[in-house]
Structures are given as C-alpha cells and as structure tokens.
C-alpha cells in the first residue's frame, strides 16, 4: 500500500482535508528477467544521457502505525468483539514525505481513506492526540475541534521561527489549526497521552495539559544522547520515565541495573581518601599558579576539567521516572534539596548514556538500553506511596543483541507483554520472548493464548491440577504441547468462557496472588 501511493499518486498540493481513496492490489514480485530489464531501463538511459529521470513519485521519509480514539477497543464498544466479522478496528497509518505528511485510515475491507494531508515542508514528528481524561475540575477547551493531530514542520506556522521549534495542532475534524506551541530550541520528538503532550527538546523536556495545552512542568536534568534519540524518554499512561543527568543518592531506589564497576563500601572509603587527596594536591596546584610557579606537565585545562568536573559531575545511564499527576508545576528538579513529591523511581539502568526505552501497557514494566546496543534491561517498577527511596526496582531480564555495536531506534512490547521487539538502523528487528512476572520463558507460557503464571504451591494443594486433567482426558488427552509438562490453565476446555481460578472465593484468589508474588521475588530477587 505504501509503494502504491509513493510510485502512482502524482503530486499533489497541499490540503488539510481528507478523501483520496486507494483500493487493495495484489503484491506482484517481479521475475529474475523483469527487475534486470527495469533496471535496465532505469540506469542505461541516464547514464548515456548524463541526466538524471524526472519522476513524479513522492519519496517516503518515515512511516509510523498511529493509535488514537478511531480505533481504541475501549472507546468503541463495537470493537470489543475480537473475532467478530467486519468489527475489528481500523489501522492508522502516518506517512512523512519531503515535503509534507500523510494520515491514512485502513479498515480491514483494506481501502486507504486519506483522513489528512498537509505540504508545507518536512516534518520531524507528528502525533494523533487522544481525546483527554477529564475530570471533575477539567474541562476540554478544544472538544469541538478533536481529534487533534500535533506537527513539527520545519516551517511554522508563523513563518518567522527558526525550523522545527513549533508545535502546530490541527483539527481532523476541520482542517484548520487551531493552537501553536513556540520554543525557542528544535524540538526532536512528540509524546502523548491522555493527560499531557510532551514536547522533547535537546537536555529538557516540556509537557503540557491535554484540555488547556498550558505548560504544565518541564525537567532540564536530561543527560543528552549521541543519537538517534536526542533526549530518550518513555511516555506510559500516568508515568514519565526520561535519562537523568545526575544520581541522586537520597532519591535512589531499591534496586536497578549494578554493573561490575560499582564499588563496595571498602573501595569507597578508598575513592574518598584519593579525591581528599587530589582535592589537597589541586589546592597546592592552584596556590602555586597564583605565586606563578606551577609545576611542569600541568596546564589549564587540566585544572579546569578538575574544576568542572567537581562542581557538576554528570553520570551516565541513571533513569528518573516521574507521575504526571501528582508532579508539581514549574520546573521538576531532583536535587538533594528537593522533596520526593512526584518522583517515582530514580535508578541507575546503564554504565553507558541511555539511547531508548520505553513502557508497556500496563506501564509497570520499563525496558532501556544504552548507546553500545548490546543489552536491553528490563525492569519491573514497584512503586511505593512515601518515596522514590522505599521504591522497589526489579531487574527482571537482560536481553543481549550481539556484540557489535548498533543505534537502537525503538522498542515496542507487545499488548500481552511477553515479546519485546527491538529495531536498530541498521534495518534488523530483535525479538525477545519475556514473561511479565520474570522467569524463564518456556512452550507452557508463550503458546497459551494468554499469560500463565508458574505452577504454584496454591494450585497443586487446591487440586486444580487433577481437575484439569479429568476435563482434557474427557477431551481425548492433554493440552501441553510438551510431554511431562503440566497442562496450563488456558487449555482448560472451559477456558473461552470461564477460568478455574474465577470461580474461587476472593480471599483465595488473594492468597494464590501473594504465594505467586513471594515465590516470585524469592528466585528472581
């Protein structure tokens, strides 16, 4: 569908309403003899010519898969049937151009409708803003004008700011645009929920109320990255996870990601003696500069590197995770001096600077990875109504790629979280099997059609076992796919329409949640 538009569609001007519609076609593969007479065709005549071809064809930059309120399951009840016939939800697809950007909506009879085209110049982000969470004190300024599509143009709308350093909102319902966000920096990504939009800019982050579109906080603690992701960050439901610059050990949570060169309490009196030490030394240095005899071997940016660096040490890899509900407005700042209100979580995940991560649904599960590439940590956060301090952070799994290095571009998990797919530039994709609780993936937990937790004590003494098994033998035999494997109890042939453990009293299904729990943190603690 994508090759069809770029290749057949002419070029067309800009509009910001919809109405192009592109039927299905069969995907042909050319033969051996076809694809080397079209690059015959293609390649002879402009090298005899010495001009290159004019072509006609739109040249695709990026293309993302969108979710928003058009095809949210929970928003229309008539999607909640999964398997129904002509009821799944439609697929949103944005395309980035050269020149401009496209939103197509695909339902599945497989008919493109152009929802949205606008043509004034590259743009680097664009989001579909999901209609806001009101509350009892909230009220949407812009409910006539939804859904809200958030773009970063190279040129604003005003004309007159430097490239990429506006947000244009623009109504699907009409067209026009209806709010402009000025910065003064570029701005590098777009992020949203139905809370806040978040504008990512190089070291700081500014979010904004979904019904006002009013800044809200902003954080200038971010530890810059090389690329691709300037400023990586991880934008769940309520949570807002982003690379801080600095470990805060006050604010430090239990737990997170302790490589080799973390230092014992010894090593650290150690350390502390040759900084004092140092700290004399440079004392004497700098003494002796200002009489003028400073030692041979010893310049100014020596001293200068020292200086900078004992005022403001910056320390890779270290991830804050804030609420963004409870966080306070202004300016969010995690210092010794400051409280833990809103603060989450705040750990160290990485030696190496963070270059991406990324929430599941859920949003009590973080995934990040650093610039080598090389392994992906995924993390379990369990908050803790006092402070970041009594948080607990889970280090469940270490997923490791390869040896060599590459630039992460995203991570994704999947709806069930127990696959995490992770794409680099260099044009591979790396699926990981995980579980959501941690252990070892296995054939019992990824070929049920949904998550099983391990065998429990609860379950072997409640005998659901020996139930099960007289159900499957009633059957014709057992469901695991595995011999001498227990059958799970998604292959219950009760299963699509009750589970064993619903019809259990709560304060069995209570106690069968903390026996998994404590069973659980034992192994993986």
Same mark, same amino acid.
């Given at each position: 569908m994508n090759e069809t538009m770029a290749t057949d569609s002419p070029r067309r001007p800009s509009r910001c309403t919809g109405g192009v519609v592109v039927r299905p076609q069969a995907v042909t593969e050319q033969s051996y003899m076809e694809s080397v007479v079209t690059f015959l065709q293609d390649?002879?005549?402009?090298?005899?010519?010495?001009?290159?071809?004019? $072509?006609?064809?739109?040249?695709?930059?990026? &293309?993302?898969?969108?979710?928003?309120?058009?095809?949210?399951?929970?928003?229309?009840? $008539?999607?909640?049937? =999964?398997?129904?016939?002509?009821?799944?939800?439609? =697929?949103?697809?944005?395309?980035?151009?050269?020149?401009?950007?496209? &939103?197509?909506?695909?339902?599945?009879?497989? $008919?493109?409708?152009? =929802?949205?085209?606008?043509r004034h110049g590259p743009v680097r982000a664009a989001r579909i803003l999901p209609a806001p969470q009101l509350g009892a004190q909230k009220c949407d300024n812009f409910a006539e004008k939804r859904p809200l599509l958030g773009v970063c143009k190279s040129i604003g709308s005003s004309g007159t700011t430097p490239p990429y350093c506006c947000v244009d909102l623009y109504s699907l319902r009409t067209g026009e645009m209806v709010k402009s966000i000025q910065f003064k920096t570029p701005i590098y990504d777009l992020h949203c929920n139905k809370r806040i939009l978040v504008v990512v800019l190089q070291e700081k982050i500014a979010a904004f109320d979904s019904c006002t579109f009013t800044k809200k906080f902003f954080v200038t603690s971010c530890y810059p990255c090389p690329g691709p992701n300037m400023n990586p960050i991880a934008l769940g439901s309520r949570w807002l996870a982003y690379a801080e610059n600095k470990l805060i050990r006050c604010h430090q949570s239990r737990g997170g990601a302790c490589g080799d060169n973390i230092q014992s309490y010894t090593a650290t009196v150690i350390s502390a003696a040759k900084t004092l030490k140092s700290g004399l030394t440079m004392v004497g240095k700098v003494v002796t500069q200002l009489t003028g005899t400073l030692p041979s071997g010893v310049t100014d940016d020596d001293i200068a590197i020292h200086c900078n660096s004992r005022r403001s040490p910056l320390v890779p890899g270290i991830i804050t995770v804030i609420d963004t509900e409870t966080v306070g407005e202004g300016q969010v700042l995690v210092s010794e001096d400051s409280d833990s209100d809103g603060i989450v979580a705040h750990f160290?995940?990485? $030696?190496?600077?963070v270059c991406c991560m990324a929430f599941n649904t859920s949003g009590m599960l973080l995934v990040t990875t650093d610039t080598l590439g090389h392994d992906f940590h995924v993390f379990q956060i369990l908050t803790h109504p006092w402070s970041s301090s009594q948080c607990a952070v889970h280090h469940l799994y270490t997923l490791h790629r390869g040896e060599t290095e590459a630039k992460v571009q995203d991570i994704c998990f999947s709806h069930d979280c127990r696959w995490v797919v992770v794409s680099t530039l260099r044009g591979t994709s790396h699926v990981f099997p995980i579980n959501p609780y941690g252990g070892q993936p296995c054939v019992r937990t990824h070929m049920s059609p949904r998550v099983v937790n391990r065998m429990s004590r609860f379950q072997k003494s409640a005998g659901l076992e020996e139930i099960e098994q007289e159900l499957t033998s009633k059957q014709g035999g057992r469901c695991s796919p595995v011999p001498g494997l227990s059958s799970s109890p998604s292959g219950s042939p009760l299963h699509g329409k009750h589970s064993p453990l619903m019809l259990l009293p709560s304060s069995l299904l209570l106690y069968h949640m903390e026996s998994d729990a404590d069973s659980v943190y034992a192994e993986h603690s």
């Amino acid at each position: 569908m994508n090759e069809t538009m770029a290749t057949d569609s002419p070029r067309r001007p800009s509009r910001c309403t919809g109405g192009v519609v592109v039927r299905p076609q069969a995907v042909t593969e050319q033969s051996y003899m076809e694809s080397v007479v079209t690059f015959l065709q293609d390649v002879v005549p402009q090298a005899y010519s010495g001009t290159p071809l004019t $072509e006609e064809k739109e040249k695709i930059v990026w &293309v993302r898969f969108e979710n928003a309120d058009l095809n949210d399951t929970s928003r229309n009840l $008539e999607f909640h049937e =999964l398997h129904s016939t002509g009821n799944e939800p439609p =697929l949103l697809v944005m395309i980035g151009y050269s020149d401009g950007m496209q &939103v197509w909506g695909i339902p599945i009879s497989g $008919e493109a409708q152009e =929802l949205f085209s606008v043509r004034h110049g590259p743009v680097r982000a664009a989001r579909i803003l999901p209609a806001p969470q009101l509350g009892a004190q909230k009220c949407d300024n812009f409910a006539e004008k939804r859904p809200l599509l958030g773009v970063c143009k190279s040129i604003g709308s005003s004309g007159t700011t430097p490239p990429y350093c506006c947000v244009d909102l623009y109504s699907l319902r009409t067209g026009e645009m209806v709010k402009s966000i000025q910065f003064k920096t570029p701005i590098y990504d777009l992020h949203c929920n139905k809370r806040i939009l978040v504008v990512v800019l190089q070291e700081k982050i500014a979010a904004f109320d979904s019904c006002t579109f009013t800044k809200k906080f902003f954080v200038t603690s971010c530890y810059p990255c090389p690329g691709p992701n300037m400023n990586p960050i991880a934008l769940g439901s309520r949570w807002l996870a982003y690379a801080e610059n600095k470990l805060i050990r006050c604010h430090q949570s239990r737990g997170g990601a302790c490589g080799d060169n973390i230092q014992s309490y010894t090593a650290t009196v150690i350390s502390a003696a040759k900084t004092l030490k140092s700290g004399l030394t440079m004392v004497g240095k700098v003494v002796t500069q200002l009489t003028g005899t400073l030692p041979s071997g010893v310049t100014d940016d020596d001293i200068a590197i020292h200086c900078n660096s004992r005022r403001s040490p910056l320390v890779p890899g270290i991830i804050t995770v804030i609420d963004t509900e409870t966080v306070g407005e202004g300016q969010v700042l995690v210092s010794e001096d400051s409280d833990s209100d809103g603060i989450v979580a705040h750990f160290p995940a990485h $030696e190496k600077p963070v270059c991406c991560m990324a929430f599941n649904t859920s949003g009590m599960l973080l995934v990040t990875t650093d610039t080598l590439g090389h392994d992906f940590h995924v993390f379990q956060i369990l908050t803790h109504p006092w402070s970041s301090s009594q948080c607990a952070v889970h280090h469940l799994y270490t997923l490791h790629r390869g040896e060599t290095e590459a630039k992460v571009q995203d991570i994704c998990f999947s709806h069930d979280c127990r696959w995490v797919v992770v794409s680099t530039l260099r044009g591979t994709s790396h699926v990981f099997p995980i579980n959501p609780y941690g252990g070892q993936p296995c054939v019992r937990t990824h070929m049920s059609p949904r998550v099983v937790n391990r065998m429990s004590r609860f379950q072997k003494s409640a005998g659901l076992e020996e139930i099960e098994q007289e159900l499957t033998s009633k059957q014709g035999g057992r469901c695991s796919p595995v011999p001498g494997l227990s059958s799970s109890p998604s292959g219950s042939p009760l299963h699509g329409k009750h589970s064993p453990l619903m019809l259990l009293p709560s304060s069995l299904l209570l106690y069968h949640m903390e026996s998994d729990a404590d069973s659980v943190y034992a192994e993986h603690s």
